[in-house]
Each structure stands twice: as C-alpha cells, then as structure tokens.
C-alpha cells in the first residue's frame, strides 16, 4: 500500500499567503453577488429602470438635470449594493455556518471583511459602469471626466453605507435582515433627496436629509458636475459615520462570536 506524500509546508512569507486567500476570498464574493438575480436587479436594474422613466433626457427635462438624475440613481446603486451585500448577506451567512468556519480557520475575520469591501467596490464600479453605458447609449447623456470623476468619489463614499450594512448583518435577525435592508435602502433612497427633489418631500423629511449619509454621498457624488461649497463637510460626515458604524459592526462582530 503505497502512502501519499505529505504536502511540504509552504515556502511563502505569511503576508503572502494571506494575501493569496485575499484574492480569492475577493474573486469567490465578487462571483457570489453577480451570480445573484435579485441582487442584480436592485444594484443594478432598479436603478436603470428609474433613470429611464424619470431621468433620460424629453420634453420638460433638460441635459443639465437628466445628468443629476443619473448621479443620483449611480448614489442609489451603490446604497442597494452596501446593505444587500453586507446586510443581507452576512446575517445568511451567520446562519449557514459559514462565519463560524472561517472564525474556525486560520484566516483572520478582518480579511473576510477586507474581501466584502473589495468585493463591494468591484460590485459597484460594474454597477456604476452599466448605468452610466446605458445613459450614454440610449439617452445620449455622457459625462466624461466628470463621471468618472464622480464614480470614484461615490465608490470611496460608500465606505460610510459598508459600514452600515455590516452592522445591519450581525445585529438583526437573520430571518428579518432581507426586510430590514429593504427597508433601511427606501429610507435612506428617498428621504435624502436622491429619488426625488428635497423640495418634493415632506418638510420633516426635508429637515431630516441632512442628517443622512445617503443625502452627503449625493453631495459628493455630485460635485464634480455641480461644485458644492460644502463638500469638506460632506466628506467629514461620512467619515464619522463610517468610524461610528464601523465600531458598532466590530462590537456586534464579537458579541455573535460570543454566543456561539
């Protein structure tokens, strides 16, 4: 009876080999989200079916605010994709076991974090990209510079939504987190102006938008195309929201750790 060899250990600097797992960690997420049906039709259908009823350009809607419309619907995008991605999925992959295999194994919980947020980018820029190719072929509405521009500044903003969604994945229920990102993505869509004007909402809802982050992601995903005199401020918001959410997600990370 002959014995199988045993793999000799691996000649690799451990920097490497996390690294290696970090890639394909990344590459597995980013093939999971795109293989999803629904998940590509709220990142990337919605957005595209709203832009092409209220946002391509026609009688009553001029080139300068069919390309507002467009940033705000890439704003959107990215909102549905951070509390799916994160929200949704993490609160599944808590009940499938999948955590605490990775939580079993050497690989660290910060890179199976770092692979999400990579995966999300990745995600969102493929999101960004669709939409704006289907501004552009079927509407003429290009943006050039500034669009890209502007997608680079809403993929870095999102950062703040990550956040949010990672917390939303460990401390809901698994069996309402679906809901409660659903819930959390219209809130956030259409009470920070980026579904429709400021102006045509409520004025409690109006008064509100500026506390949101989803209202400051627009600002800066705007600016490139509109200027903001207060974009500094905008930046700042969504930083301290992405600390603060951020802190709330690690802490809601051991606590379910904890329990198990």
Known sequence: MTIPAIPA??????????GAALRQLTLAESRRLTREPMFLMGTVGFPVLFYALFGLPRDGLSAAASQVTLLNMAAFSLV??????FGANVAAERTGGWLRLMRASPMPL????????????????????????????????????????????????MSSLVALGLALGFLVRPAA??????????????ASGLAMPLEMLPAGLARVAPLLPTYHLGVVGRSPLLGAEH????????????LVLGVVAAWAARRDEARE
């Open 9 to 18: 250990p691996s000649s690799r600097p451990p920097s490497a080999r996390l």
């Open 80 to 85: 549905s994709l951070s509390l799916f991605s």
């Open 110 to 157: 910060p890179a199976y974090v770092a692979a999400k947020v990579l995966a999300a980018w990745a995600c969102g820029a493929l999101s960004l990209t669709l939409l704006f190719a289907f501004a552009g072929l079927v509407g003429g509405v290009w943006l050039g510079l500034a669009g890209l521009l502007a997608a680079l500044k809403l993929l870095l903003g």
């Open 177 to 190: 987190a679906t809901v409660a990102a659903n819930v959390a993505s219209l809130l956030l869509v259409f």
């Open 231 to 242: 974009e500094l401020r905008s930046w700042g918001i969504l930083l301290g929201y992405t």
